[in-house]
């Protein structure tokens, strides 16, 4: 799983891309009057659009309360800030999907929670953080053997060895210099600066760092 590009879970369903909308979740901002004389400036609040520093910040904070250990991943469309999350600032994706990883204690394995039935990253951030939410409802009315029921619920499936898809071979056997030089012919075609995107080139760097484990 990876933090960029986003890595959908397997089996969870995806909403179909004219069917996105705009969702309602906000934040109050406080904002105050013009005024000379500080005195007499007045606050008030008013409703603005989530942002993604402040939906990363509620999908945290909502892990942490239901007692997530170890660090989440948040992944999505977004470039990175130097810290792994993701950044803010710049153009919605064309995918604006976001799954979120997290340990459980006494549970093995990873459970995702994946959104993206909104348009903006910000909202469906917001979404999950919402969701995580309602299930820390069910701990504190006394539900905490539901809550556990539930987490196994969404334990993400194991990713599959895809390398040889990726870099176009099938089943059989090879030989490490037949991956380099497979490499080497796709590098042409997916890396940036060649007419490619930097995620077709992620992915490729990705197989070719699986096939190395597995073959080098």
Known sequence: MTKYPLAWPIGWKRTKEGARFRARFNKKVRKYQDDPDPAKRQSYLVHGDVTIAEGTSRVLKSL???GATGEAIISSNL???LDGLPRGGQGEPHDPGVAVYWSVRRQTGHKVMAIDQYDRVADNLAAIAATLEAMRAI????????????FTGFTALPEPNNWRHVLGFTDGMLDWSQVQGRYRDLAKTRHPDRGGTEAAM????????????ELA
């Open 79 to 81: 470039t990175l800030r």
């Open 139 to 150: 701990e504190r009315h006394g539900g905490a053997t539901i809550l556990e029921r539930t």
């Open 202 to 213: 992620m992915e490729l760097n990705r197989a070719y760092a699986d096939a190395r484990r």
């Open 64 to 66: 942490a309360l239901l």
